[in-house]
């Protein structure tokens, strides 16, 4: 008997494992592309870890932190995937992007992130993306966040990043935060920044101790195994770049 006719046949009658859909088919229902502009299929994602890179070409701290991320997709690709959402202008701006470094990951196509109706428009929304870049990782299905932006765990050794936190003048963020509101329109009394001051110091300490913990994590002795963490990655890389920086 033909081997087609055979599994039709075997598949009427219930003898074959049904097939079951990718997740991730209904999440990226119009399709991935690579950084040639070709189709990937979403089943591809299947098993990984995935993170979302919501970037664009014409900002400046995406240019500055796509090397690194390139330099951590390299090190752990077989457990993770990553897809970028662009904020660029147009469509041929974003396909230079991806091309110019070239980014080995994959893509939503281009469509204009001002505009709603489109599916980089929605993912924007949904994981609060209006700043970029931002690196939201999901978990293996796509229906939870592991991390809502995994930006500086890549980006920096979190000691690093604990100690610029603690260094880091408020008043900067502050100013940057009166001169928005006072465009809107409002009125920001001298009382009202220097709360706003405090209250941003408050957040970097805390920010800070967070990442110290981070750092302490770290130091432990992680062996990946065939489905490992999101943090069982980090802390690897973290122990990878202490080692090579001690290797200069």
Known sequence: MNKVVLA??????????????SPWSEFFPDGLINAKGEPVAPASLDGKIVCLYFSASWCGPCRGFT??????????????????????RNRKAFLNYMAEYPMPWLAVDWADSKVDGNLPRELIKKYHAGGIPKLVVLSRDGNSVVEANARMQVAILPEDYAEKLRNSDPKQSAQRWRKREEAKGKTISDEA??????????????MAETYDAAAKASLREVHLGENPEWLDLVHDYYRQL????GEN
């Open 193 to 206: 920044y220097t709360l706003h001051v405090g209250h941003i110091k408050e957040r970097y300490l805390k």
């Open 67 to 88: 090397p690194k991320l390139i330099d951590f997709y390299k090190r752990y690709a077989p457990d993770i995937e990553i897809v970028l959402v662009s904020k660029d």
């Open 8 to 21: 039709f046949c075997c598949a009427c009658l219930g003898l074959l494992p049904p097939v079951v859909a």
């Open 242 to 245: 202490r080692a090579e920086a």
